[in-house]
Antibody, heavy 123, light 107 residues
Framework: QVQLVQSGAEVKKPGSSVKVSCKAS????????ISWVRQAPGQGLEWMGG????????NYAQKFQGRVTITADESTSTAYMELSSLRSEDTAVYYC????????????????WGQGTMVTVSS | DIQMTQSPSSLSASVGDRVTITCQAS??????LNWYQQKPGKAPKLLIY???NLETGVPSRFSGSGSGTDFTFTISSLQPEDIATYYC?????????FGQGTKLEIK
């Protein structure tokens, strides 16, 4: 069974960048999209973007265009999400999640989730 | 973006009660609708996919229905371990969007 393990909590200054990793183990990685979803404290879920590792191209939510970069390394079965120009409103738990259908970012459910990475933006 | 409106935003019910949550999409999304359960401090868990299909391993007291713009999520007999926040999510169009969540509490 595939598991997604994320990197640890981060504390960042406003204006800096953060890069969160999501390593897959126990199954196929490259043909399933990995999406990134964030959750601000006490708030709901927000999709940021996703990537299909075998294709290497990412789709991003308009809200994050220009600030987020999602990449994947097939050799290590790891996906990454980098968010730049951080502000206090970016304080959130960031989750990676696998999309249930192969070769599609847009279709399917988020069937496997990482444990979440807390990113705190504070001066 | 497709807006997903869940109701109610919070709900208090007794063990054994039938609980219903609704989710309305701002446009027709066919059956491209999923439901998740999130317990405090944990990642969301997929319960229902494609509006009415039960994810493997999920208890049969959970169910979903609907198509188009109106969807329903039901717990047939509430158990103490069902205390959580529930979210709907559409995947008809990018960006994926979620409802604002329904926080379920025990009365």
């Amino acid at each position: 069974q595939v598991q997604l393990v994320q990197s640890g909590a981060e504390v960042k200054k406003p204006g800096s960048s953060v890069k969160v990793s999501c390593k897959a183990s126990g199954g196929t990685f490259s043909s399933y999209a990995i999406s990134w979803v964030r959750q601000a404290p006490g708030q709901g879920l927000e999709w940021m973007g996703g990537i299909i590792p075998i294709f290497g191209t990412a789709n991003y939510a308009q809200k994050f265009q220009g600030r987020v970069t999602i990449t994947a390394d097939e050799s290590t079965s790891t996906a990454y999400m980098e968010l730049s120009s951080l502000r206090s409103e970016d304080t959130a738990v960031y989750y990676c999640a696998r999309v249930s259908r192969t070769y599609l970012i847009a279709a399917g459910a988020f069937d496997i989730w990482g444990q979440g990475t807390m990113v705190t933006v504070s001066s | 973006d497709i807006q997903m409106t869940q109701s109610p935003s919070s709900l208090s019910a007794s063990v054994g009660d039938r609980v219903t949550i609704t989710c309305q999409a701002s446009q027709d999304i066919s059956n491209y609708l999923n439901w998740y359960q999130q317990k405090p401090g944990k990642a969301p868990k997929l319960l229902i996919y494609d509006a009415s299909n039960l994810e493997t391993g999920v208890p049969s007291r959970f169910s979903g229905s609907g198509s188009g713009t109106d969807f329903t999520f039901t717990i047939s007999s509430l158990q103490p371990e069902d205390i959580a926040t529930y979210y709907c999510q559409q995947y008809d169009n990018l960006p994926h969007t979620f409802g604002q969540g329904t926080k379920l509490e025990i009365k």
